[in-house]
């Protein structure tokens, strides 16, 4: 198959989910909900106890990317649980019959949920300005943090597509998903400093992806500091190609 | 005539099951052939490696001339396929279901849209093209899959159970586009089934599948010549029916349940009233008396000494799973 052939594979398979979204725009003004609140009821209330050093930012500045990268992988963890139901109605047995290689499939959808979570991200930067919070707007920060936030919902949708190979079925999907969501989210950088945290907590968050996607997006949103962009970049693409592998080299045990 | 599918020896091991244990079957082009057997004979499993979704243990495939272990792009780009379970997707219209296919097909965009027209005409879903799917109907949804798996021109279909969960009109209208498909485009089709009307209605040549081997293949007449005639039941309250059957010189065979007796003859117009007769002198009473022509359950029933009616139990859990999938979409 030619390069071409094959990353127009990829694209259709991401343009079957755009085409969902456009028919039925509610699930992404629903997904917005949590992030909201998360910026609205926490942000502001730890704005005001004033507990988290977060340097010359205000809370609200510092959480925003925390947030953003939240919306994102809240949607590509559970991302496991949507194949493993395409599975049970027969959609996948019927792509895998195509001439469409099994890479292009998991990319495709991988891509899809990189592409749901832009438009929560769009509406989650709308809510922060009219919450008057100054971020750094330039074309630059914002295609960063686009391809950023595709690159995050890509890296982990197929973490939890390699899952769902291991575990095949919903209800273990969900178990996981939930039991994943939490420490990736709270052992990172996203709603406070790794400085404030016991040693051993920040190893973890070190080692957490998550925290890299944080920290890129707000050297771009907030500080304007590009020095650690680069190494951020790096362990994010790297992650996201080496859990792409995995979780196309595990896809046809989903079927099985 | 050209062979659309050879396999030879042809062996699926799963850890727990053999599911297809060392079959051997060619299906010459133009021709509708049915995997016939009760659930778990290994049709799925032989279709699925057809289709390379599975690679097989040992054995060889080719699909129209292509050798499917080392081509498996090739033979799905030539294949098309209709799985059991219902394939399309609910939250786009039926134009969008098939745009995808095509799409995923290779197929140059100044073709599509007029390829796509055509096959919404050709299932007559042309009305509907532009409502979302969970609207359709059991039978409309069918006939989208159909849709899908056909835009690109296969020259071979494969179709696994594909009324299952059907009313009766919508699977004769399945069946008549089934026939439609070949008749006019030439187009080899493999379907399996556990439905044994469908596959002598709808079928050129079938075989028999049971516990992963393939127990006969023939045409539906020919098979049913086999099982030598026709099927005379007697039914009576004497308890020495049976004994009196035999002892009269008549062929019982097995499968008879109680008060009831199973004959083979031939011509068995003729010889009920002389078996009547016969049965009267020996002071046994009959109930009733019913001719049965052979048809491929008896067939089955030869084959595979049991009847495919007893596995039924899993196929009425497939239906429902269908019915229940239909819901889902349309809910």
């Known amino acids: 198959m030619s390069v071409t052939r094959y990353f127009s594979s990829v694209f259709v398979i991401a343009e079957l989910e755009l085409r969902k979204i456009r028919h039925d725009q509610s699930q992404i003004w629903l997904r917005v909900v949590q992030p909201a609140l998360w910026l609205t009821v926490f942000g502001v209330t730890f704005s005001a106890i004033r507990s988290i050093p977060t340097g010359d930012y205000t809370y609200l500045q510092f959480m925003t990317p925390g947030i ?3 919306s994102v992988i809240f949607v590509a963890v559970f991302y496991g649980v949507v194949v493993v139901w395409e599975r049970d109605m027969g959609l996948l047995n019927k792509l895998l019959s195509t001439p469409t290689p099994q890479s292009a499939i998991v990319m495709g959808k991988a891509l899809a949920a990189g592409v749901r979570g832009l438009f929560q991200a769009a509406a989650i930067v709308v809510l922060a300005l009219i919450m008057r919070v100054d971020l750094i707007l330039t074309p630059f920060s914002v295609l960063g943090v686009f391809l950023i936030i595709l690159l995050c919902g890509m890296c982990f949708s197929s973490m939890s597509i390699a899952l ?14 939930q039991a994943i969501m939490m420490p990736l989210f709270f052992a990172s950088n996203a709603i406070y400093p790794l400085s404030i945290m016991p040693g051993w907590l920040r190893v973890i968050a070190v080692g957490n992806p998550l925290s890299y996607v944080v920290d890129a997006t707000r050297s771009l949103l907030v500080t304007g500091n590009l020095s650690s962009l680069g190494i951020d970049m790096l362990v994010i693409c790297l992650t996201t190609a080496i859990l792409v592998s995995l979780a196309s080299l595990g896809f046809r045990k989903i079927l099985s | 005539m050209a062979e659309a599918v050879v396999v030879e020896n042809l062996v699926k091991v799963y850890p727990a099951v053999t599911a297809v244990d060392g079959i051997s079957f060619t299906i010459p082009e133009r021709e509708i052939f049915g995997l016939l057997g009760p659930n ?35 033979v799905r780009q030539l294949a098309g396929y209709v799985p059991q379970d219902v ?63 056909l835009v690109h021109r296969p020259r071979m279909l494969f179709l696994d159970e594909p009324s299952i969960g059907l009313d ?13 498909l070949r008749d006019e485009f030439g187009t080899t089709i493999l379907i399996t089934t556990h439905d044994m009307g469908e596959a002598d209605s709808l079928c050129d040549r079938i075989g028999i599948m049971d516990r992963g081997k393939l127990a006969i293949i023939g045409k539906p007449s020919e098979l049913k010549c086999t099982v030598g005639g026709d099927i005379l039941s007697i039914n009576s309250k004497a308890p020495n029916l049976p004994a009196v059957v035999k002892e009269l010189g008549y062929s019982t065979i097995a499968g008879s349940s109680n008060g009831t007796v199973d004959l083979l003859c031939t011509n068995g117009e003729v010889v009920i009233p002389r078996l009547l007769e016969d049965l009267r002198a020996k002071g046994v009473e009959t109930a009733s008396v019913s001719l049965k022509k052979p048809t491929l359950d008896d067939v089955f029933l030869k084959y595979t000494g049991a009847r495919i009616g007893e596995g039924e139990r899993g196929t009425f859990k497939q239906a429902r799973r269908a019915r229940r999938t239909f819901r889902r979409l349309t809910r």
């Open chain 1, 68 to 70: 953003l990268a939240q």
């Open chain 1, 164 to 177: 769902a190979s291991v575990l095949r079925n919903r209800e273990r999907m969900m178990g996981i998903g």
């Open chain 2, 168 to 180: 009766p009109n919508a699977r004769s209208a399945i069946w008549d586009l089934v026939k439609k």
């Open chain 2, 87 to 149: 394939s399309v997707d609910g939250e786009i219209t039926g134009y969008e279901n098939i745009l995808i296919y095509t799409k995923l097909y290779g197929m140059p965009g100044d073709v599509r849209k007029k390829r796509i027209k055509e096959v919404l005409e050709y299932l007559g879903l042309q009305d509907r093209a532009d409502s979302m799917v969970n609207t359709f109907s059991g039978g409309m949804m069918r006939r989208l899959e159909l849709a899908q798996s």
């Open chain 2, 40 to 74: 778990g004979a290994g049709k799925t499993t032989t279709i699925r490696i057809l289709l390379t979704l599975i690679k097989p243990t040992s054995g060889k495939v080719s699909v129209l001339g292509v050798d499917a272990l080392s081509y498996p792009e090739k």
